[in-house]
């Protein structure tokens, strides 16, 4: 069964520090990776989209890595704002359909202190 | 932001009644999704369309039903309301890039709904 999980389940940490949440997969065939941002009550954005052929991508204080030997990637979010409070939700898309079919992960809820 | 729109943004009904959920992009994209989420559970895709007149069953069953007579209007009705239908319904949109570009799901701020 192809699958998304996703550690911590929830994290907290004081604002200005560093974090980095955990995403292992095992969807196969694989097409793409990606991260998205979810406020509470909201709809998902997305933060970073890698392919099997990138291994990190930034977005501001955002970076993204991908090892797609171990199926692993991870989110790192640096000096922490209050606005990161979200849920941070890992999506792998495969190639078995054209609809390219999306796996989600049950998120980290991230809560940022003052 | 993303020009996907979704109303009523909060619904409380009572069981049995008939509802529909509206979403709307002025995006332009061809392909529009329905999801389904619990607190703290993944997204489950449930109805998706690849145009105009085209819609198709996701993967997590459901009792209720979508439309597309415009590219850019994508409604989901349930016909008798349910508390087992209480959760929170987000809808989508993406485009269809050229070969090779993976398109980028655009997400509306979602309709809670709760069924009494």
């Known amino acids: 069964k192809n699958q998304v999980e996703q550690s911590p389940q929830s994290l907290i940490i004081l604002e200005g520090k560093n974090c980095t949440l955990q995403c292992n997969y095992t969807v196969s065939p694989f097409s793409n990776l990606r991260w998205y941002k979810q406020d509470t009550g909201r709809g998902p954005v997305s933060l970073t989209i890698?392919?099997?052929?990138?291994n990190t991508k930034s977005n501001g204080r955002y970076t993204a890595t991908l090892d797609a030997d171990t199926k692993q990637s991870s989110l790192h979010i640096t000096a922490s704002q209050l606005s990161d409070s979200a849920s941070y939700i890992c999506v792998v898309s495969d190639r078995g359909s054209t609809l390219g079919r999306l796996y989600f992960g049950r998120g980290t809820q991230l809560t940022v202190w003052p | 932001e993303a020009d996907i729109y979704q109303t009523p943004r909060y619904l409380v009904i009572g069981t049995g009644k008939k509802i529909t959920l509206e979403c709307s992009q002025t995006?332009?994209?061809?392909?529009m999704y329905w999801y389904q989420q619990d607190p703290g559970m993944e997204l489950h895709l449930i109805h998706y369309?690849?145009?105009?007149?085209?819609?198709e069953k996701g993967d997590l069953s459901s009792e209720s039903t979508v439309s597309r007579i415009r590219t850019e209007h994508f409604p989901l009705t349930l016909e008798s309301a349910r508390p087992s239908h209480t959760s929170q319904y987000l809808c989508a949109s993406s485009d269809t890039l050229t070969s090779g570009n993976p398109d980028t799901q655009y997400f509306g701020p979602g309709t809670r709904l709760t069924v009494l």
């Open positions: 995006m332009g994209h061809d392909k």
């Open positions: 890698m392919t099997f052929s990138e």
């Open positions: 369309s690849y145009g105009v007149n085209s819609t």
